[in-house]
C-alpha cells in the first residue's frame, strides 16, 4: 500500500512532526473515541489507537472517568475536543492491512490553543502524549476511493461500557 496525504494538523500531532508511514496487518483491534455529540461521524475519524494499549489502562481497573482522563493523557487529546464518550472499533482481519501514519503523540495543552485564543477557558496546564497513534484514511464510503476501511468499523460503544466489558471489547 502507499502512503496517503496527512493534513499539517495530523502531521503537527506527533512528537517532534516525527512519523512513519506503514501497514498494520491483522488480525488486530484498533480503537478511537470520539464526542458523543458526534454521534455516527465519530466513526469517520483518522486518528486510532492500538487496541492493546487501551486494553493495559482498563487492566489497571479504572472507572469510566479515570479511563477518559488517561486516554486523553496518553494520546494528549484536547479537553474541547470532546468528551471521548463513544468508542469505535476497527478489527482487520487475518491476511488483511490497512494503510496507517504512526508516530509518538506530542503533549498538548488541556485546552487547545485555538480554544484560548478564541477567549475559552484559558490553562496552562497540558496532556503529556507519548503514546503511539495512527493515522489511517478513513473517510466517508461515498467519497473514499477504498470503501473497505470503512466496512471494518464497528460501533459505538459508550466509553463507560468499555470499561464494565474490556476482556470482551479488546480481546486480539
Known amino acids: 500500500m502507499s502512503p496517503f496525504d496527512i493534513s499539517i494538523q495530523e502531521a503537527q500531532s506527533f512528537e517532534g512532526g516525527f512519523f512513519r508511514f506503514t501497514t498494520i496487518a491483522g488480525p488486530i483491534r484498533l480503537v478511537r473515541f470520539s464526542d458523543s455529540g458526534r454521534g455516527a461521524n465519530g466513526r469517520l475519524g483518522r486518528f486510532w489507537l492500538y487496541g492493546g494499549e487501551v486494553a493495559e489502562i482498563l487492566a489497571a481497573g479504572p472507572s469510566g472517568k479515570h479511563l477518559v482522563k488517561e486516554v486523553s493523557q496518553r494520546w494528549a487529546v484536547c479537553d474541547d475536543w470532546g468528551d471521548k464518550g463513544l468508542v469505535w472499533f476497527m478489527d482487520v482481519p487475518r491476511g488483511q492491512a490497512v494503510p496507517a501514519c504512526w508516530g509518538a503523540t506530542k503533549f498538548q495543552p488541556k485546552v487547545s490553543a485555538a480554544e484560548q485564543d478564541r477567549g475559552g477557558r484559558a490553562t496552562r496546564r497540558s496532556y ?8 489511517i484514511p478513513v473517510t466517508d464510503t461515498a467519497r ?6 470503512g466496512s471494518l468499523i464497528s460501533g459505538p460503544l459508550a466509553s463507560d461500557k468499555l470499561v464494565t466489558a474490556a476482556d470482551r471489547y479488546l480481546a486480539a
Not at 130 to 135: E, R
Not at 144 to 149: A, C, I, K, R
Request: hydrophobic share 45%; glycine share 14%; aromatic share 8%.
Open 128 to 135: 503529556a502524549g507519548g503514546s503511539i497513534q495512527l493515522v
Open 144 to 149: 473514499n476511493p477504498d470503501p473497505w476501511l
